[in-house]
């Protein structure tokens, strides 16, 4: 069999799995692709007045390295070709008394692999730009292949990484999937930063991986952030032990790492529960004068954090939820549509409301409540009474409408439907407990 020589390409192979971090049997991949398309280009030239090939016209070849005998190393290009009567595409077909010559058993309808090898000297430059194109694609291909499947389990988790350029007002981070692994560019948007971390070469931060790009597309395949509400989930987490151990469970975040306006600072809120009597699950987050919660504020850069208390009354989960400001009272003015008016004194305006909105606009997105301040001095209670009792009678005037569109329908015969078993027992599994939900906002 024929062979095109390429001296040294064992040592080569071995060079770029190396440097790419690339598995040997990768690189072996993506090199016979490559030239693969630089013998599609040679054959192309040869032919290229007498006959146009498809785009699939050289599915049925391969290539075939040999790194067996060091300093004779090369390829050979391979063909599987179809036994036939009458041969209509040489590239594709032998004819059956030819192949009889050598094997006399061979039927109708068999194939056979035969040695296609170009001359090596026929093999010209533009067939080996073509290869050399091709290899580098195919070699990132096979890097982005490799990090996605190295990655996807580890979204939604927190990475340690380390700054290594800044592209626009994109940060490029690097970051390992585990001890001794190499490591992978990730891409830190603008969006996704604080305004108090400092971006400097080789600076370290926790990251939150949200998401690990498919595809061909140029750039960090992976995308992390720190701004994620995960991000403040994980910090507690690693710095509470009770919530480690499930004692202390996180019920809800809500997050504005990047506040609309720059005279307002970053702010989250935390909702935590315990089924615990003895355990107190502020308390537990906030730690002994405080020293728990400080190390996750030292890790966002100084981020004001409020931790409060989460409650199944709306009433009180809200009036929680307003922290640090004082409430005097929670109005459910209409439940189905979760609205509330929360009353405070005149001095509590300002604190409940918050800089620019913040505090209220945070405690809405925590309790999923909308929520409207107001002073309870100024507060008209007969008015809003009239107001809640024509919106409950709107509400039930609606509600008989449809109940009489559903009489006057006609009734249609169908076979009656198969109930599963943990139906007919009456169970439920659309009843979902709320607390058993954690639920992270992000702005």
């Not at 309870?376 to 809003?384: F, G, M, P, V, W």
């Not at 009656?416 to 169970?427: C, E, K, L």
């Amino acid at each position: 069999m024929s062979m095109v020589s390429l001296r040294g390409l064992k040592e080569l192979i071995d060079k770029i799995s190396v440097e790419r971090n690339l598995p040997k049997s990768a690189v072996q991949a993506a090199l016979r692709e490559a030239l693969l398309k630089g013998y599609e280009r040679y054959r192309r030239t040869q032919n290229l007045d007498k006959h146009h090939f498809d785009e699939d016209y050289f599915q049925n070849f391969e290539v075939e390295l040999d790194l067996e005998q060091e300093g004779e190393e090369g390829f050979r290009v391979l063909a599987t070709k179809t036994i036939v009567e009458k041969v209509s595409s040489g590239d594709h077909e032998i004819g059956l008394e030819e192949v009889q010559k050598v094997a006399p058993e061979a039927a109708v309808g068999d194939t056979v692999v035969l040695d296609v090898t170009p001359d090596q000297t026929e093999f010209g430059r533009m067939a080996a730009i073509q290869t050399k194109q091709v290899l580098s694609q195919k070699l990132r291909d096979q890097q982005r292949k490799i990090v996605a499947e190295e990655f996807q389990e580890l979204e939604g988790t927190v990475l340690q990484a380390r700054v290594l350029r800044f592209e626009r007002q994109s940060v490029i981070l690097a970051v390992s999937s585990g001890f001794s692994q190499p490591e992978v560019e990730a891409d830190l948007p603008k969006r996704e930063q604080l305004p108090n971390d400092n971006y400097r070469a080789n600076a370290t931060f926790k990251v939150f991986l949200k998401k690990v790009r498919e595809g061909p597309a140029r750039g960090p395949q992976l995308l992390v952030s720190r701004a994620a509400a995960g991000l403040v989930v994980y910090l507690f987490a690693n710095e509470v032990p009770e919530i480690e151990d499930e004692v202390v469970r996180i019920v809800a975040v809500a997050r504005e790492a990047n506040p609309p306006s720059r005279h307002v600072g970053p702010r989250t809120k935390i909702a935590v529960d315990t089924l615990e009597r003895d355990v107190d699950p502020v308390g537990a987050c906030i730690g002994a004068r405080g020293s728990r919660i400080q190390v996750v504020v030292n890790e966002l850069r100084g981020e004001k954090i409020d931790v409060i208390r989460w409650s199944p009354d709306p009433s009180t989960y809200i009036s929680n939820a307003l922290s640090p400001a004082r409430v005097d009272e929670v109005r459910l003015i209409n439940p189905d549509a979760r609205q509330a008016h929360v009353l405070v004194a005149e001095d509590q305006l300002s604190l409940a409301i918050g800089k620019e909105g913040q505090n209220v606009r945070l405690a809405a997105r925590l309790t999923g409540w909308k929520i409207d301040i107001k002073d309870i001095a100024k507060y008209d209670y007969e008015a809003e009474a009239r107001n809640m009792a024509a919106l409950a009678a709107a509400r039930q005037a609606q509600e008989e409408a449809e109940y009489e569109e559903a009489d006057d329908e006609p009734e249609e015969l169908e076979r009656p439907a198969t109930v599963p078993s943990w139906q007919q027992n009456g169970d439920d599994f659309d009843d979902v407990d709320e607390v058993d939900e954690v639920e992270t906002t992000e702005v």
